[in-house]
């Protein structure tokens, strides 16, 4: 009986689809799952009459498979992973490699690598985006791990990506130990960002124009046209045009609290860690975790007042407005992302191809849009490039935004709508592009307090200084100085 060329363990949405994506690309597959009523299931109703083996043990799983044999785990993030690598260790051989395609936090992918690296075996830690659409037809993927595993999966990996226009897989390389799965964090992080901005878009519109969900939906069925064409703009404008059994608008029947899985803050926590400014990030968030408390809002609704949120400007004109600041938002949000990533490749040793990056980005994801194709030139052109916002794209964009960004957070405060992610955009740039920041003063404060220290104007970098500012404090200073 010929061996199976991969075999992939949890039969959930994602993992049934990436089975059905691989087989459809000429692979045989083995399935095994713990509750094995889903494998028989499975076998005898999607995988009926294809190159998929089902497993009632893991012995049997194993057995089934080619060597090096391949594992692909699909299963829930955190010790259900660790459990299985117990579980697999002994009915695996020297060279095998196993595979995790869940939503791993990045720290465990690289001691996990370490970790099968020192009992013989390869490890491979990979972002997989794109939902179930994506795993069936084509996803986003960014692997990571034990290099050597590379040539093994690279051919199942790169025929079930996504490709893009010229046929390029959305899947390559990323580095050793946990780069992949951080690349995904950073992906989702900016899919908070992106989805954040979009939702404050729409409620500009809603409450601030007055405009009903068909409306909106002409309004993004319209940015999908333009240099705004992408994923989320694209479901948001199908979204607007559901309708309920009723004939109204389901999306005016949701309830707007928002969920997590955790991804975004794992985001902000490496930016915290790495000392990036990932504000636009941070705030959508903090966002859903203010959805989260409906009552408290409903109950201060009642009592705190604020101003009629009603925008009296014409609406043609706000709505490109409106445009504009969520075009000039979402360049920030990328150029946040790519100086995290860029941060802690130096921290980690990795030598991310961020041109690359964008490129895995480009087709298959949730983030998946045009824009990212200029974000891919940008850092070919120029592989060093320390910011996005100094590409001279994207530097000409957000000029040719700014106005109508500038005038939609302006309306935003003046009638009370909340637009958290596009205020910390601009906010964020125009901290960016301040050749002299208020944080003199700061430093001052700290040593003031704390004996901190500080640098001075007419001295070289690096070199620190202590005052004595109430006359009472002395000459010891802090002995390690932070900026």
Known sequence: MKKSDIGLVGLAVMGENLVMNMESKGFTVSVYNRTTQKVTDFINGRAKGKNIVGAMTLEEFVSQLEK???????????????????????????????????????????????????KGLLYVGTGVSGGEEGALKGPSMMPGGSEKAWPLVKPVFQAISAKVEDGSPCCEWVGQGGAGHFVKVVHNGIEYGDM??????????????????????????????????????????????????????????????????????????????????????????????????????????????GPDPKINLDKKTFIGAIRQALFASKIVSYAQGYALMRTAAATYGWKLNYGQIALMWRGGCIIRSVFLGDIKKAFDKNPGLSNLLLDDYFKAKIEAAQSGWRAVCAAAVQSGIPVPAMAAALSYY??????????????????????????????????????????????????????
């Open 68 to 118: 090096p044999r391949k594992v692909f785990l699909m299963v829930k993030a955190g010790q259900a992973v660790d459990d299985f690598i117990e579980t697999l260790l002994p009915l695996l051989e020297s060279g095998d490699v196993i595979i995790d395609g869940g939503n791993s936090h990045f720290p465990d992918t690289t001691r996990r690598t370490a970790y099968l690296e020192s």
């Open 196 to 305: 954040q901005l979009i939702c404050e878009a729409y409620q500009l519109m809603r409450d601030g124009l007055g405009l009903t969900a068909a409306e909106m939906h002409e309004v993004f069925a319209e940015w999908n046209k333009g240099e705004l064409d992408s994923y989320l703009v694209q479901i948001t404008r199908d979204i607007l045009a559901y309708k309920d059994k009723d004939g109204s608008p389901l999306v005016d029947h949701i309830l707007d609290t928002a969920g997590q899985k955790g991804t975004g803050k794992w985001t902000v926590i490496s930016a915290l860690d790495e000392g990036i400014a990932l504000t636009l990030i941070g705030e959508a968030v903090f966002s859903r975790c203010l959805s989260a408390i409906k009552e408290e809002r409903v109950a201060a609704a009642k009592t705190l007042k």
């Open 430 to 483: 125009d901290g960016y592009r301040c050749e002299k920041l208020p944080a003199n003063l700061l430093q001052a404060q700290r040593d003031y307090f704390g004996a901190h220290t500080y640098e001075r104007l007419d001295a070289k970098r690096g070199e620190v200084f202590h005052t004595n500012w109430t006359g009472e404090g002395g000459t010891t200073a802090s002995t390690t100085y932070t900026v």
